[in-house]
Nanobody
Framework: QLQLVESGGGSVQAGGSLRLSCVAT????????MGWFRQVTNAEREAVAV???????LYADSVLGRFTISQDNTKTTLYLQMDRLQPEDSATYYC??????????????????WGQGTQVIVSS
């Protein structure tokens, strides 16, 4: 059973930056694909950016060029650098991981484990 704990959310003005972190514990040594997803009230959870054990990445079109996903060398800490934030980026951001397949996927249903989420608020 993998546990994921996010941190780094907060409030920022439009144009600002935040860096989210997600620490993974309790898992085995097999590589994971991991990702960041976000959700606002009464909307479906959507992908932001994902990465696999080989550092292959995929991004949602809405964040391409503004957000950067990365992970540390041990593959136990996931990051999301968010620059040029906009009010529409406001959401609860979730870290997710999956061990069943290797290639990154933007589909939330493809991920086994989820963190509790961290809130990001961007004011105009």
């Amino acid at each position: 059973q993998l546990q994921l704990v996010e941190s780094g959310g907060g409030s920022v003005q439009a144009g600002g930056s935040l860096r989210l972190s997600c620490v993974a514990t309790g898992g085995g040594s097999r590589g994971y694909r991991m990702g960041w997803f976000r959700q606002v009230t009464n909307a479906e959870r959507e992908a932001v950016a994902v990465i696999d054990a080989l550092d292959r990445t995929l991004y949602a079109d809405s964040v391409l060029g503004r957000f950067t996903i990365s992970q540390d060398n041990t593959k136990t800490t996931l990051y999301l650098q968010m620059d040029r934030l906009q009010p529409e980026d406001s959401a609860t951001y979730y870290c997710a991981a999956d061990q069943r397949a290797s290639r990154p996927s933007l589909a939330p249903a493809d991920y086994q484990w989820w963190g509790q989420g961290t809130q990001v608020i961007v004011s105009s």
